[in-house]
């Protein structure tokens, strides 16, 4: 491919990029319950190992995790479709609310701004109109939940060939790469499990700690606010932010103020926690992928697969890292992925903590 101008060989490659990314978007509904079962597969992974060595055979091992594992997640989904149950019981009190805050709104609005009822109409249409943009994105989501039952079936077959595909993997590469091929296979099988496990965990800390601020400061709702913002938390730096925008909004249409004001501050409480105690000490940081390539990489995972993408990517990713670090020729893509080289100026609890503590040296 040498031979032919520079500027050719980049149209090509960025073709195929174009093509494969067409053909993620057109395979959508066939991939996206299969990349999850490969992340949930993973996760299933070192504990189906260790029942296996006491004895249990595979078929059962893979069975109880599996059906363990999903009846855990429809608990959760039971819940919070009963929670969802008793908010919209409350919904024509909680319209009339809403109708009331807005009236005060445009009044206090006008009166201190001068702002005409027009100009106020004009910019809640435009409002509505970013809603139907963001029902469009959920609906979108809706569709490949509707092939969630896929997930099981796929997430045992995975765990019950697992032998066979480490040996097609095997049989594809040469001799001499079979060892980089087993080391990128054992990192793999160690940070993909660590990391969607301390996700998990972090997800349901965060449930306890948003629905006991909420509680506290008197927001209405608390359990099913708190529970939809950790939701949202699943998803790396922008999760947060959109699970307590979605809060502070709703506070502020439903009750004062003041309150959605209370919200903005747990939000800082809560963020602070969650990135310097919650995930260093239980992710253990174990993807170590810098903040400019994971947001830029949620950005696309939600253009190509919705919601779904956005929560698939960062551990895909953590995947390519290892790829890259583990092949020489893709070794620097693999130092641009990760968060080496510039530790002297990360803004980490534990660095400001050791400058503080040398200076008490001095």
């Given amino acids: 491919m040498d031979q032919y101008p520079i500027a050719l060989r980049y149209l090509i490659r960025f073709l195929l990029l174009f093509s494969i990314i067409a053909a993620l978007i057109i395979t959508r509904q ?4 299969l990349f999850l079962s490969i992340l949930f597969a993973y996760m299933l992974f070192p504990a189906a190992e ?5 004895g249990l055979p595979r078929i059962a091992t893979n069975l109880l995790l599996i059906i363990g594992s999903f009846a855990l997640a429809a608990g959760i989904i039971y819940g919070l479709t009963l929670l969802i149950i008793s908010f919209t019981d409350s919904l024509p009190d909680i319209q009339s609310q809403i109708d009331r805050n807005i009236t005060r709104f445009r009044w206090a609005l006008g009166r201190t701004f001068g702002v005409t009822a027009e100009q106020l109409d004009s910019i809640m249409d435009s409002i509505k109109g970013s809603g139907e943009y963001i029902s469009k994105l959920f609906i979108g989501s809706a569709n490949t939940i509707l092939t969630i039952g896929l997930i099981p079936v796929y997430t045992f ?4 060939y697992r032998n066979k595909f480490r040996t097609f993997v095997s049989m594809l590469v040469p001799e001499e790469e079979e060892g980089t091929v087993q080391n990128i296979i054992d990192q793999a099988a160690e940070v993909v499990p660590n990391y969607m496990k301390g996700l998990f965990i972090v997800f349901f800390l965060l449930v306890g700690l948003n629905t006991l601020g909420f509680y506290l400061i008197g927001v209405k709702y608390a359990l099913l606010i708190g529970l939809i913002a950790a939701i949202f938390n699943l998803i790396p730096y922008l999760g ?32 602070f926690i969650e990135n310097n105690i919650l995930t260093p000490n239980i992710t253990g940081s174990y993807v170590k992928i810098n903040p400019l390539v994971t947001i830029l990489s949620l950005i696309a ?16 990713l953590a995947i390519l890292k290892i790829i890259c670090e583990n092949k020489e020729s893709l070794q620097p893509i693999g130092y641009l992925l990760g968060t080496e080289g510039v530790e002297e100026h990360s803004l980490t609890f534990a660095g400001f903590k050791s400058k503080i503590d040398s200076k008490e040296e001095e």
């Fill in 50 to 54: 260790k029942l296996e060595t006491v």
């Fill in 157 to 160: 077959l995975l765990l019950f």
């Fill in 301 to 316: 995972g939600g253009m190509i697969w919705g919601l779904p993408g956005m929560f698939m990517v960062i551990p895909y």
């Fill in 30 to 33: 066939l991939l996206v319950p």
């Fill in 240 to 271: 947060t932010v959109i699970g307590y925008a979605l809060a502070t909004i709703f506070v502020l249409a439903t009750q004062t103020p003041t309150l959605a004001l209370g919200v903005v501050i747990q939000f800082f409480i809560i963020q």
